[in-house]
């Protein structure tokens, strides 16, 4: 098959995939205001997983990341807004910051199992989320490891600046 064969049933697929979405979407909005209680289950933050689940499955049936960063991130948002919601016996903040990070993981899942290329660059903010989440919850040392880290990050930015410095002043075919 040819690039340009690949890349024009890539495109009806993906023109596809948006329209369908959209008649979903648009259905859904109908629905909603002729059937009294129609969203009645998604009140809240709730709501938020309608869009995300939308970009998801958008993303997952066209096989790209565009629509899946922004489903994992919105789903990310959702499950920590629902989590401040539950009665569990913890810090709110935190677990808003838990559901945020897992929305970032599901970003690398997702690509991972349903593109040609994960995108490990979100477990990056993931990370930070779920330790800013472990701090805040648990606080005592975890707090103050936080506190410390939020002072000396500086410090990774100016080892990766000499670093790429260095890197680039040794001979071609030398690494540090």
């Known amino acids: 098959m040819s690039t ?6 890539t495109e009806k697929r993906n023109a596809l995939v948006g329209g369908i979405m959209l008649i979903a979407i648009g259905l859904l909005f109908l629905l909603g205001d002729f059937v009294s209680g129609f969203f009645q289950f998604f009140e809240g933050p709730l709501f938020l997983f309608l869009p995300a689940l939308g970009l998801i499955i958008w993303g997952v049936l066209a096989r ?32 808003f910051m838990f559901g945020f990070a897992a929305g970032w993981v599901l970003i690398v899942v997702l690509t991972g199992l349903f593109t040609d290329e994960t995108h490990w660059w979100a477990l990056i903010p993931a990370a930070i989320m779920g330790l800013i989440g472990f701090g805040v919850t648990f606080g005592g040392v ?5 506190e410390w880290l939020g002072r000396l990050w500086p410090l990774a930015l100016i080892a990766v600046g000499v670093y790429i410095i ?11």
Do not use: F, M, Y
């Open 64 to 95: 790209h990341a565009g629509p899946i960063i922004p489903g994992g991130i919105l789903s990310g948002i959702a499950l920590g807004a629902t989590l401040t919601e539950s009665n569990l016996a913890l810090d709110e903040g935190g677990l």
């Open 166 to 176: 260095l890197k680039e002043r040794q001979p071609q075919g030398k690494e540090l």
């Open 4 to 9: 340009s064969t690949h890349n024009t049933s």
């Open 142 to 146: 975890a707090l103050l490891v936080l």
